[in-house]
């Protein structure tokens, strides 16, 4: 048993552009770095190998401002894309938004729809129970 049975154990996914396309997106604030960087940092210190793709600067600055984050795991053997999702209005005027998470195995074409968020921090914390999960259960 890996981790693609629990998404669904599908040999092809939907593509990059056929999510982006789909997806109405907000890009990434200031917050919303602040709470990746904090994320990730306490994510490492768990022994958790999440990792940004070393693509640079500049692609991470565009990929941000469309809205998405990949992040890379050896450990577990996927790629994660985390999409951003325009939710509308609140009440109040505020911007609401979505984290969508797609998951990309090795071993498969495409992405493979995860779970809604309504924050950043719990998308994260969704990631490292599936190390869990990995370490408990599938090993």
């Known amino acids: ?29 200031r917050s919303d770095l602040v709470n990746l960087r904090s994320g990730l940092t306490t994510l490492r210190c768990d ?34 894309l985390l999409v951003k999702q325009d939710a509308g209005k609140g009440f109040f005027g505020g911007q609401k938004v979505n984290w969508l998470l797609y998951v990309n195995f090795k071993d498969s074409v495409g992405w ?16 490292d129970s599936l190390y869990l999960l990995h370490d408990v259960v599938l090993e």
């Open 1 to 29: 048993m890996n981790l693609s049975s629990v998404f669904g154990g599908r040999d092809s996914g939907a593509t990059f552009d056929s999510i982006t396309s789909s997806v109405c997106r907000v890009g990434l604030v």
């Open 47 to 80: 022994g958790r190998d999440l990792l940004l793709p070393d693509d640079g600067a500049t692609a991470f600055a565009v990929m941000a401002e469309a809205g998405c984050v990949f992040l890379l795991s050896e450990y577990l053997g996927v790629q994660f």
């Open 112 to 127: 493979f729809p995860g779970q809604s968020h309504k924050s950043l921090i719990h998308a994260l914390a969704f990631i």
